[in-house]
């Protein structure tokens, strides 16, 4: 039996490619692993059910076996640790591209959603334009550092690894806000993740959802 992940039956990225599971989608569709998917409502994500599987009431999830697994970064890991063509075989590589998954996760993903939150909810707030700079000078920094790093190469070290996925995965957030276009070496660096067949499967299945569901 193949995996089955979750993912919102109606997301509210409107099949943008941002809702989480696109990342366990995008790494299954590297390694070629077949996979099924279970959609859950909002309501669904707090019934007890969904919270036996994931205790904040969220998605995505990943059931294989008697393995449950929550938190998108554990199931990349998971995926790729399982499966060749995300993590290199050379152990202290291997452990680099570990290392970038947490860098996203941790260091980039932070204050890219918190500066999406904000222009998302805090339009229409008395602090908004006042805030809004600080906001987008924090992320600034962090993708003029990443910028330094990447110095002008396809990936994030050497080969394209679950580093990289992850990365992409969270510099997309920004594809609305107009920073990326500051830094075109990150934006380029995004636009390969993108180009990539694995990625533009998983992105159409997602999107295939969206679609749907816009139509019932």
């Known amino acids: 039996m193949p995996p089955t992940i979750t993912a919102f039956e109606n997301s509210p990225d409107r099949g943008r490619g941002q809702a989480r599971d696109m990342r366990v989608r995008w790494a299954l569709e590297e390694v070629g692993q077949p996979y099924d998917v279970r959609l859950v409502s909002f309501k669904q994500m707090k019934e007890p059910a969904h919270l036996a599987r994931h205790p904040f009431g969220q998605i995505p999830t990943y059931e294989d076996g008697d393995l ?84 002008g190469a396809d990936w994030l070290d050497g080969a394209f690894s679950a580093g990289d996925l992850v990365m992409v995965t969270v510099l997309r957030r920004l594809n609305t806000s107009g920073l990326l276009e500051e830094y075109p070496d990150i934006a380029a660096y995004v636009a390969r993740g993108e180009a990539r067949p694995a990625f533009r499967r998983a992105f159409d299945a997602q999107l295939a959802v969206f679609t749907a569901a816009s139509r019932s």
């Open 68 to 151: 449950a697994l929550f938190e998108s970064g554990a199931i990349v890991l998971h995926i790729a640790e399982h499966h060749p063509g995300l993590l290199p075989d050379e152990p202290n590589a291997r452990s680099r591209a570990i290392a970038w998954m947490f860098a996203a996760l941790n260091t980039l993903e932070p204050p890219i959603v918190e500066l999406g939150m904000a222009m998302l909810f805090e339009r229409d707030k008395s602090w908004y334009e006042a805030r809004l700079p600080m906001l987008q000078d924090r992320v600034r920094v962090r993708l003029g550092e990443l910028s330094l790093r990447l110095g």
